[in-house]
Structures are given as structure tokens and as C-alpha cells.
């Protein structure tokens, strides 16, 4: 296991030791602008094309894009090339990239996708790229076992999967408000900031309706997990009461005043600005968001949440969701050609070294790997707190997000449901009944 080593103490919290072998992910982005560059491959030999889901790599992944810079520098002959688009078009991209055998070479993809790509051959084995350097053995097995199929390591592991609240103690402070830990104590700490004019949970629905993963998690208090294989097999329905009543509990939120009034016409990023301006006390967020928070005017009163218990939940409430994720994949082509094969295995074992760890680090990213991190919790509050809650000796978390499970088409629609009920403009079976029909 992983520990996090504070720069101001060299402290090593039995707490943060759990986090590196728990967490992996990614941070989805909604802006829809122009796609930099082409993912078409480098022209160069040795040199190869990483594809990435986010338009604007630079401003909206800068771990990543640190991470190539860093490579590029050391490695002159193996330039890696970022590309990106918007995460739908980023999707519908590789999808047709792989009908035409066309894939970068190197690129990040829901993994229900990543799926279908390996069992057509279409992504390299990367257990000889890992073996290699022996990398395998810096990840906790289940890290690396949502990505395999058969005796084929077909995906790694990405960026951090830390989602929840962040909330702005300052806020809640002035209005005698206590962190909450569960369902009723959110509820009422709702009602409480609505009557005082506050906005009490950011939420953007505009372009970016994958912005409910604090909710996506809910699902796990009530039973995901254990539901969701019966569910594909079509032997269970997402129409069922468990589901129904974690639908019903939102849109008593809704209708106590929990999001903006403006949620369907604001983005995610417009969101975050509204916490970050003080505007709002709750945040529906990840660990990716936590280096432009602490930058923030509200930055050093802010603290994180994995979320609430409920009461009439299914199964193990105490959870936060730290989990393996979508993958980074490599085209099966690039063994074709000796040299880009050799910049894929230096890249990736470059990415998984402890060097690169540490670029992830210093890019408010945790580890994905058992790589102990150097953290100044002084100057990365916010980060530490994620850390903090992610490590948490009571809290275990879900095998993977429940909307990475499943096809992009029900992933949308539980999106969609989950807004839906939020914004009032579908009744719990409505939102339950619309992800059912994309499983039928």
C-alpha cells in the first residue's frame, strides 16, 4: 500500500497508506471547442499520437500534459503528440478509428468500449510492457483486473477516481451548519441554506451532464454494485425499488432548493466558478478540481466529503468512491512497427514510473500506484483533504463508478435521469424507466 509523505513534517499517516492502491480515474471535461490537432499518428519515427477526451489538454489535464512534456524532454526521439476533443466526439472518434484501423496509438476510452476493442484485437497486450520494468507488482491487483481479458492486459489505469462534495467550511460555519454525514443531515442543512438565500450544491447540466458523480455514487448505498451484472443480464431491472427510492430522495432535494435555479443552462465549469467565488456551500466535484480550488479565493476554508449514509440504503454505506476507472490503451498496430512499439513501452513505463507518480502529484493527481507521494499539506489543503477522506480506515469504495460498467448509451441515460429528477423535469419512475429501455 501507498502512504503520502507531507513535505512540512515527512509525516507518513497510516490513514493516507491506503490511497494509492484504491484510486484511479479520470476527470471529464465539458467545454465543446475546436479539437487540437489530429489523432492521425506522428509523422515522425519514433514518435507516436496520445488521443485524450479533453479539448483543451493543457488548461483541462495538465498532469497529462506535464507528464508528455516531461517525456518529451528526456526522450528527443520519442516525441509524444496530444491531441483532444470534447469526451463525446473523443468517443465516436475511436469508435470509428477502430472500424477503420485507423487508432493512435496510444489513448484514453470508457472502458465498456475498451472492452469491445479487445475482444476484436484491436488494443496491444501491455502485461509484457509492465512485466518490462516490473510495474505490475506497484499496483494492488484489483487496479489492474478490470482491464484484462482473459490472459490480455488490454488497459492501465489513467488518473485518480476521487469523487464527492467539496464544501466551504466558511459557509457552513456562518450559518451553524455541521458537515453533514448523512441523508437527513443534508437534507436539512438544504432547507436550512436555501431559507438563507445560499446556493447549497453547485451542479452544471449544459454540455457536461456527466457531472453527477457524488450521485453516481448514491447508487452504490443502494445496492449498485451487487445489481448492475444481474441488471446487464437482463435478469434484474434498474426499475426496481431500491433504485426507485435513492431517485425519490433526490427529488426531495430538488424540491427543498438543493441546486441553482440555473443548473440546465449552466455548465459544470460555470459551476465550479460559483463554488470557487463563494457562491455556493457544496460542490458535486473530484479530486481533479482540487488544485483550481485551492488557487480560489475560497481555497483555504474548503473541505471534502465522500458523501452521505442513508438509512434506508442497501448494503455498506460507508463509502467513497476511490476506485479503478477508464483506461489508457494502446492501438495492437504499434507491434507492427518496431519503433512506435518502443515508444509506446517507454512512454507507459515512463507514466507508471515513480517520476511520473510524482508529476500526477504535483498536479493535485494521486498516485495510481503503490508510489509513496510527497504532498506540502500546508500549500495543498484542498488536495490533502481529498486525500485525507479517500484513505479514510472506515470507508471502502466501489469496484468501479457504476456509469463506467456499462455502455455509453446507459451511462448517458443515467445521466439524464439523474438530472432529470434534479431539475424536476422527470418524476423518479420516469428517470428509473429511461435508463431501463437502453437495457433492453
Known amino acids: 500500500m501507498s502512504t503520502m509523505t507531507c513535505e512540512t513534517d515527512r509525516s507518513r499517516s497510516p490513514r493516507i497508506r491506503r ?63 496530444l491531441v483532444g476533443r470534447p469526451m463525446e466526439q473523443h468517443q465516436q472518434q475511436m469508435t470509428i478509428a477502430a472500424q477503420s484501423d485507423t487508432l493512435p496509438e496510444v489513448f484514453w476510452v470508457y472502458n465498456a468500449l475498451a472492452k469491445n476493442m479487445a475482444k476484436n484485437g484491436d488494443l496491444l497486450d501491455l502485461q509484457p510492457v509492465l512485466a518490462e520494468k516490473e510495474l505490475d507488482a506497484k499496483f494492488a491487483p484489483h487496479m489492474l483486473s478490470g482491464f484484462k481479458q482473459g490472459n490480455v492486459q488490454y488497459g492501465v489505469p489513467y488518473q485518480a477516481l476521487v469523487t464527492g462534495f467539496y464544501y466551504n467550511k466558511a459557509i457552513l460555519d456562518e450559518h451553524g451548519i455541521a458537515v453533514p454525514r448523512t441523508y437527513d443531515d443534508l437534507l436539512a442543512a438544504v432547507k436550512k441554506l436555501k431559507a438563507k438565500g445560499v446556493v447549497p450544491i453547485a451542479q452544471g447540466a449544459n454540455n457536461s451532464s456527466f457531472s453527477v458523480w457524488a450521485f453516481l455514487t448514491m447508487l452504490d448505498r443502494f445496492g449498485y454494485e451487487d445489481k448492475y451484472q444481474a441488471i446487464l443480464d437482463k435478469k434484474q431491472s434498474y426499475d426496481n425499488p431500491d433504485f426507485l427510492r435513492l431517485y425519490e430522495h433526490i427529488e426531495d432535494l430538488a424540491e427543498a432548493g438543493a441546486f441553482p435555479p440555473n443548473m440546465t443552462t449552466q455548465t459544470y465549469t460555470q459551476a465550479v466558478a460559483s463554488f470557487t467565488s463563494g457562491q455556493a456551500a457544496f ?64 512512454f507507459l513505463q515512463f507514466y507508471y514510473s515513480d517520476e511520473g507518480q510524482q508529476i500526477l502529484v504535483e498536479n493535485a493527481q494521486p498516485p495510481v500506484t503503490t508510489y509513496v507521494p510527497i504532498v506540502d499539506k500546508a500549500k495543498s489543503s484542498v488536495f490533502w483533504a481529498v486525500l485525507e477522506e ?51
Not at 37 to 56: C, E, K, R, V, Y
Not at 304 to 332: E, H, Y
Request: aromatic share 6%.
Open 390 to 440: 479517500a484513505a479514510r480506515q472506515d470507508l471502502s469504495s466501489p469496484k468501479a463508478q457504476p456509469d463506467l460498467v456499462v455502455s455509453a448509451e446507459t451511462a448517458n441515460a443515467m445521466y439524464d435521469s439523474l438530472y432529470g429528477v434534479m431539475s424536476g423535469a422527470m418524476s423518479p419512475k420516469d428517470a428509473v424507466q429511461l435508463v431501463q429501455r437502453t437495457l433492453k
Open 19 to 81: 490511497l494509492a492502491s484504491g484510486v484511479t480515474a479520470t476527470a471529464l471535461a465539458a467545454a465543446m471547442v475546436t479539437a487540437c490537432g489530429s489523432d492521425s499518428g506522428a509523422s515522425a519515427d519514433g514518435a507516436i499520437t496520445l488521443a485524450m477526451h479533453n479539448p483543451n489538454i493543457q488548461q483541462q489535464d495538465p498532469a497529462t500534459y506535464e507528464l508528455v512534456q516531461a517525456f518529451n524532454a528526456k526522450n528527443p526521439t520519442m516525441k509524444v503528440k
Open 283 to 346: 460542490l458535486d466535484s473530484g479530486v481533479w478540481d482540487a488544485a483550481k480550488i485551492q488557487e480560489s479565493p475560497v481555497g483555504k476554508n474548503v473541505g471534502f466529503w465522500a458523501g452521505p449514509t442513508f438509512s434506508d440504503g442497501v448494503g455498506n454505506q460507508n463509502l467513497v468512491m476511490n476506485a479503478p476507472s477508464a483506461p489508457l490503451v494502446a492501438s495492437a498496430k504499434v507491434k507492427k512497427d518496431p519503433k512506435k512499439y518502443a515508444a509506446v513501452k517507454k
